[in-house]
């Protein structure tokens, strides 16, 4: 990864939910009143039953659900009040990995990796194509690189995505289920690719929901629970 140059953003101090409540307008509660302050520098687990809304917190921490009531706040200011200027400023330090986010289908998984760099002009242009390749390099992938997402095999499409959540080297990674569908290699790719972020390339808050053992097994994690609609560390063994 010698080609990949960190890109400045700001630190991210502090994360933290106050008194926040979230409810789909069909009337499903996600979290009630909520205040939790995240551990900083930490591998964040977030621990849920299934269909209780885990997904749910990682799209309110990235700022793609916007609280009920309350507020959701990075560095003591509220995320969904900034300007569209500081909004941008702070989206470009988070880097998304979701279950369900599929690549564009009618662009190459180079294509895909190229676009945040080019719509966004956070690499020098003479760098970009080298940056792209880095990480299909890294995942193994670079065979597939000219194709199109349908026609490449599903470990190949997530492992593609997961560049993409780290290609813009965030502040801030959220990953949902990101093991899904990887080989036991890909995982380990991942593991490697997440500590170098954190080692060399500023990354300060990873958050996960994972059941994944292989994946559990790499990371000394910060375990949290969603429970009674509500988010609390988790104790003993998880």
């Avoid at 400023?89 to 979701?98: H, I, R, Y």
């Avoid at 390099?137 to 597939?144: E, R």
Wanted: net charge neutral; aromatic share 8%.
């Amino acid at each position: 990864m010698k080609s990949v140059a960190r890109i400045p953003h700001p630190e991210i101090f502090s994360m933290q939910l106050k008194k926040v409540s979230f409810q789909y307008d069909t009337g499903k509660k996600i979290l009630d009143s909520s205040s939790f302050l995240f551990p900083s520098s930490k591998m964040i687990r977030v621990l849920g039953h299934e269909g209780e809304g885990t997904t749910t917190v990682l799209r309110l921490l990235g700022g793609l659900e916007a609280p009920t009531q309350g507020v959701y706040a990075v560095n003591d200011l509220d995320v969904n009040t900034l300007d569209s200027h500081a909004r941008l400023e702070w989206q470009l330090s988070v880097g998304f990995g979701f279950e369900t986010r599929g690549l564009l289908s009618n662009y190459s998984l180079r294509d895909n990796l190229m676009l945040p760099l080019n719509y966004h002009q956070a690499v020098p242009i003479p760098d970009r194509a080298a940056r792209v390749q880095a990480y299909l390099d890294h995942f193994g992938i670079a065979d597939y690189a000219g194709h199109l997402p349908a026609l490449t095999p599903a470990s190949v499409r997530k492992a593609c995505a997961l560049a993409r959540a780290l290609i813009l080297s965030p502040r801030l990674l959220i990953l949902d289920s990101p093991a899904d569908g990887l080989h036991r290699s890909g995982v380990e790719k991942l593991a490697e690719l997440v500590r170098w972020h954190q080692s060399e390339m500023g990354l300060q808050y990873v958050v996960i929901v994972t059941e994944d053992p292989f994946l559990i097994e790499f990371f000394d994690w910060e375990s949290i629970e969603l429970k009674g609609h509500a988010l609390q560390p988790k104790r003993g063994r998880s």
